[in-house]
Structures are given as structure tokens and as C-alpha cells.
């Protein structure tokens, strides 16, 4: 009974008596310069009733007297004189009920039923937890996909990319992840999707098993760069508020490049200078903030494995978005489109993938399974031209040959699901795949 009425309770603090009320007073390049609002401050969430909707907006400047809004909305309609209300800092109070929901960046339910606020309210900036008291990452998790049961082992607390094009199975991907990945939790962000793929992903895609443990928080394409980016800080808020209860929290964030061009949109309004590739400077702060708050937690809290997808055209790993996540994450998987062509899934090149919890993360006679595999994958790479030109002659180099003889059995078995057995039974199939 002690938390029958704790949303409601939750509902009722969060509804103040009184709010601090501006004016526009002008309006360019999108913003809204507001008088009347002295005591706001840089990120504050405000309400413009304008003549047609009432519209959410953040505060991105401040001068003597006022303030530079840039509204969630268009902006249409909007008129000198317009009602301004300070919500303050950009929060949400998330809660245990919110799994099996789906909700937007606001924390509003998407689903057509109502939602409960949690008892406490949360930063959607907060900092990453102290680097000395964070634990070590954990142990390896099943994930239900071979690959990373063997070769690209994932293990608790630690944060992986997945660089990938559009259309080679980035999103199934993330949907096996969120199926079969050891975890209590799932929370997975979905900025600047299609809208009409909301509802194809979790019901066919995620499927109800996935659904019955996950948050989904959507911003969809045609939503404001603000709720776009808003999108990934609210997933990474929800992942913290079970993670803080002890649990152990998956979060799929898809994708990081979609988050980076809005934060783009939104630091070019506030009048920061674009810098490489039209990108402004703050980009990487942005990132990497997003990305250390994930990670193993603090000493008697819960961990947060995190997956962030990349959009990389052209398998161009040197843009800036991949160039910076890839830095500060503890493995990265790159996927194919020449893979998925001839279709092979999940369309991973294993030879540009690595995971940075190895060699810890499996034992001796593993570790010598996988530079086996890797080995014999490289040779036949590097002997590849030749072997389909013809060009090559068998019993020139033992290992090529040996490569071209088990090749099949290897590249199936990077398509493979993990057997009922899990990781064991996963290096059971890579050992007999090595012997051809």
C-alpha cells in the first residue's frame, strides 16, 4: 500500500501554483527572443502559447533583459506579445511502470494510455558517475547471436558501436539484441526514425517478448531537432533511474548520427560556428557525455550496456560522428553492405570489428579459437581476388589453403543464432566450423 498513490503524490508536486511568465518581444532565424524571464537559465524547458498551439521550446541564449528560444514546433503562428511560461530545467521522472511502454522525448505515452509520474525527478544532463567509484566491466552476456558469443563477445557494462549504412540489417540487429541480451531492462532510443516504422518495429520487429521488458522513447523525423536530441538524453535518463535500483539495463540508442545532426541544428540556431564538416565544436562533448554515462555503475548500483548505432555512408569510418564514438567506446561492430548484398546476416565484417573486453572476457583455449578464426578469415580476404580469378594455385601457402577449405563453414557461422547451449554451445559450433 506504501506506493499505491506514489504517482499520483508524484503528479501533484509536480504541478506548481506558480510560473514565471515572459512576452515574445521578436522573432528571427527561428528564434524567439523573449523579455520577462530573468530568472531563466541556458537549457530551461518553456511553453509558448501562440495564437494556434501551445508549443514546448529551450533556452539556448541569454542577454540583459532576454532570452533566445528556440521552440520545439515550426513556429508558425507565433506573434509578438505571446505568453511565455519557464518550466524550468529539462527534466522527467521516470518510472517502474514505464516497461512495455512507448513514450516521446517529453516522457508523454505514444501508446494511447495513461502514464504514471515516477517520485523522482531526473537531469536529462546529468553527469556520467565518478570515475574512480565506477566498477570494472562485468561478466560476458548471452546475447543470443553467436557472433557475439564467440568472436565479438559483449559483456556486462560495457558500450559498443555499430556502424552500419542504411538497409543492411542495423535495425534487426538492435531487435536480436533486445530479445535475447542477458538484461532486467531494456531501454532503446529511436531518434529521427520514420514515423511509420514506430509501430513495424515493435510490434513485428522487438516482437511482444521484447516489448514485455523495454521502454521505447521515439522522437520521429519529422519532430523538432530539440525532441530529436531531447530523444537520446530521456533514453539515457529512464536506463539511469533502473540502473540506480540495482538493475542491470540494455540501451540501444539508434542512432548516435541522427542525435549529432540535431544537436548540429540546435547549436547553429544558438550561433556556435560550424566547424569540420559543418559540425560545431561542442559535437564532441555532446557525444562523449551521452556516451560515458552509460558504462558499469558505482558501487551498489546496477550497470548499463549500451549499443549506439552509427549511420556511416559508405562505410566511411573517418566522419566525425564514427571518428568520435569510436574513440571513447569499448568496441566497435562494422557491417557490410558487399555482406548483406549477398545475403549473409547480420551482414558483420569481422575483420574491421573488434571488442575491447577481449582477451579477459573469454578463457585461454577461447582466445586461441578466435585468433584461429580470425586468422584464417584474413588470409582468405587477403587471398580473395586471387581465389575467384583463378589466379591462385592450390599448395602454394598451407594457410590459404586451409582458409579456402573452411571458409563456408565459417562465414555461416557468423549468420548463425546461438544454439540452446548459449556461449558454450556457440564455441562448440566455431570449433567444428575451424575443422571444415
Known amino acids: 500500500m506504501a506506493g499505491l498513490f506514489d504517482g499520483l503524490l508524484a503528479e501533484i508536486a509536480g504541478s506548481a501554483p506558480v510560473r514565471r511568465v515572459g512576452r515574445v518581444a521578436e522573432t528571427r532565424r527561428g528564434l524567439a527572443e523573449v523579455t520577462g524571464l530573468d530568472a531563466a537559465a541556458i537549457g530551461d524547458r518553456v511553453l509558448i502559447h501562440s495564437r494556434d498551439e501551445v508549443a514546448g521550446g529551450e533556452v539556448l541564449r541569454l542577454t540583459a533583459g532576454c532570452c533566445s528560444v528556440l521552440p520545439d514546433a515550426s513556429g508558425d503562428g507565433m506573434a509578438i506579445g505571446d505568453r511565455v511560461e519557464l518550466l524550468g530545467k529539462a527534466e522527467i521522472a521516470p518510472d517502474d511502470s514505464w516497461v512495455g511502454r512507448i513514450i516521446d522525448a517529453t516522457g508523454q505515452p505514444l501508446d494511447g494510455r495513461p502514464l504514471l509520474r515516477g517520485p523522482l525527478s531526473r537531469s536529462l544532463r546529468a553527469p556520467a558517475p565518478p570515475a574512480a567509484g565506477r566498477r570494472r566491466l562485468g561478466l560476458r552476456l548471452e546475447t543470443g547471436v553467436a557472433v557475439f558469443d564467440t568472436l565479438l563477445p559483449l559483456v556486462r557494462g560495457q558500450r559498443i558501436g555499430l556502424f552500419a549504412g542504411s538497409g543492411v540489417g542495423k535495425s534487426s540487429l538492435l531487435a536480436k539484441f533486445a530479445r ?34 523495454s521502454v521505447v522513447v521515439t522522437a520521429t523525423s519529422d519532430q523538432s531537432p530539440l525532441m530529436r536530441r531531447m530523444c537520446a538524453l530521456t533514453a539515457m535518463a529512464v536506463a539511469e533511474h533502473f540502473r540506480d535500483q540495482g538493475r542491470h539495463v540494455l540501451l540501444l540508442v539508434d542512432s548516435v548520427t541522427r542525435f549529432a545532426e540535431a544537436h548540429r541544428e540546435v547549436a547553429l540556431a544558438g550561433g556556435e560556428g560550424a566547424s569540420l564538416r559543418g559540425f560545431p565544436p561542442s559535437l564532441n562533448q555532446a557525444i562523449m557525455g551521452l556516451a560515458e554515462r552509460a558504462g558499469p555503475g558505482p558501487e551498489g548500483a546496477g550497470d548499463i550496456t549500451a549499443v549506439f548505432s552509427v549511420l556511416v555512408a559508405g562505410s566511411d569510418m573517418e566522419e566525425p560522428v564514427a571518428d568520435i564514438l569510436r574513440g571513447v567506446l569499448d568496441g566497435h561492430v562494422v557491417m557490410d553492405r558487399r555482406i548483406a548484398e549477398r545475403g549473409r546476416f547480420p551482414a558483420i565484417d569481422l575483420l574491421r570489428s573488434v ?53 563456408p563453414q565459417l562465414d555461416g557461422f557468423l549468420a548463425e543464432p546461438s544454439p540452446a547451449e548459449g556461449v558454450a554451445g556457440s564455441f562448440e559450433r566455431l570449433r567444428a566450423s575451424l575443422r571444415g
Open 180 to 213: 535475447g541480451v542477458e538484461a532486467d531492462v531494456v531501454v532503446i532510443a529511436l531518434v529521427g526514425e520514420r514515423g511509420r516504422e514506430l509501430r513495424e518495429f515493435t510490434e513485428r520487429v522487438l516482437g511482444p517478448a521484447g516489448m514485455a521488458r
Open 355 to 407: 571488442s575491447r573486453s577481449l582477451p579477459e572476457a573469454a578463457t585461454e583455449e577461447e582466445n586461441q579459437l578466435i585468433g584461429e578464426a580470425r586468422r584464417l578469415l584474413g588470409a582468405y580476404d587477403r587471398a580473395e581476388m586471387m581465389i575467384q580469378a583463378g589466379l591462385y594455385a592450390t599448395g602454394s601457402d598451407p594457410v590459404i589453403d586451409r582458409a579456402i577449405k573452411v571458409w
